[in-house]
T-cell receptor
C-alpha cells in the first residue's frame, strides 16, 4: 500500500543553518505531495504542496521538489530560525481534488537553537 | 481556506466511558475526515464522513468503537466509545474544499484516558 517515510528526528540545528528533512514515498500513479507543520501547542498547518512531477512547492522560505524518479519530496530551507522549531510531516494523497485520504509520514521534530 | 473548531479542546476521561467530539466548519464542505494522532506518532485516518451517507472506516477502525455523525454540511461528531488508556490520543477533524487541493485541520482534541 501507499506509504511515506521521513528521516528520523529530532533534528537540532543552530539558527541560520541549512535544513534538509528527507521524505520518500511509495505509491502507484501520481500522488499529490504535501508538507504539514505542527508548531508547539498548535494544530496542523499546510506548509507547501506539489501536485505533479518536477513541481516545486515553496512557502516561508521552505522548498520541496516533487522528484518522481527518486520518489522523494525533501524539505529544505536555507537559513532556519528559532521560530521554525516544530514537527514537520510529509504526506501524500492519491487522486485529484481533495477526496482522497492523506497518508502521513512519522513526523520529524526540528529544534533550532539561538 | 476553512476555519475549523473542535470541542472539547481536551478532556480526561475514565476507562469504560465514552466521549463525543464535535467539529464545526465555517463553510459547507462535502467531505470531512477524522484522524488520530497517538503520542509521539503520526496521524492515522479513522474514517471519512460524507453528509447523508454512512461514514467509511479505515482498516482497524470500526463503527461500534468510533461512531460518527454527519447531520449537515458544516458539522460532524466522533464518539470514542468504551474508552481504554490506549485511546489516549489527539483526535483531529479535517475538511477538503471543493476546487481546492488542500485539506484543512482543526486544532485537535487531546484525550487522556485513565
Amino acid at each position: 500500500g501507499d506509504s511515506v517515510t521521513q528521516m528520523e528526528g529530532p533534528v537540532t540545528l543552530s539558527e541560520e543553518a541549512f535544513l534538509t528533512i528527507n521524505c520518500t514515498y511509495t505509491a502507484t500513479g501520481y500522488p499529490s505531495l504535501f508538507w504539514y507543520v505542527q508548531y508547539p501547542g498548535e494544530g496542523l498547518q499546510l506548509l507547501l504542496k506539489a501536485t505533479k512531477a518536477d513541481d516545486k512547492g515553496s512557502n516561508k522560505g521552505f522548498e520541496a521538489t516533487y522528484r518522481k524518479e527518486t520518489t522523494s519530496f525533501h524539505l529544505e530551507k536555507g537559513s532556519v530560525q528559532v521560530s521554525d522549531s516544530a514537527v514537520y510531516f510529509c504526506a501524500l494523497r492519491r487522486g485529484s481534488g481533495n477526496t482522497g485520504k492523506l497518508i502521513f509520514g512519522q513526523g520529524t521534530t526540528l529544534q533550532v537553537k539561538p | 481556506s476553512a476555519v475549523i473548531s473542535q470541542k472539547p479542546s481536551r478532556d480526561i476521561c475514565q476507562r469504560g466511558t465514552s466521549l463525543t467530539i464535535q467539529c464545526q466548519v465555517d463553510s459547507q464542505v462535502t467531505m470531512m475526515f477524522w484522524y488520530r494522532q497517538q503520542p509521539g506518532q503520526s496521524l492515522t485516518l479513522i474514517a471519512t464522513a460524507n453528509q447523508g451517507s454512512e461514514a467509511t472506516y479505515e482498516s482497524g477502525f470500526v463503527i461500534d468503537k468510533f461512531p460518527i455523525s454527519r447531520p449537515n454540511l458544516t458539522f460532524s461528531t466522533l464518539t470514542v466509545s468504551n474508552m481504554s488508556p490506549e485511546d489516549s490520543s489527539i483526535y483531529l477533524c479535517s475538511v477538503g474544499l471543493a476546487g481546492n487541493n488542500e485539506q484543512f485541520f482543526g486544532p485537535g482534541t487531546r484525550l487522556t484516558v485513565l
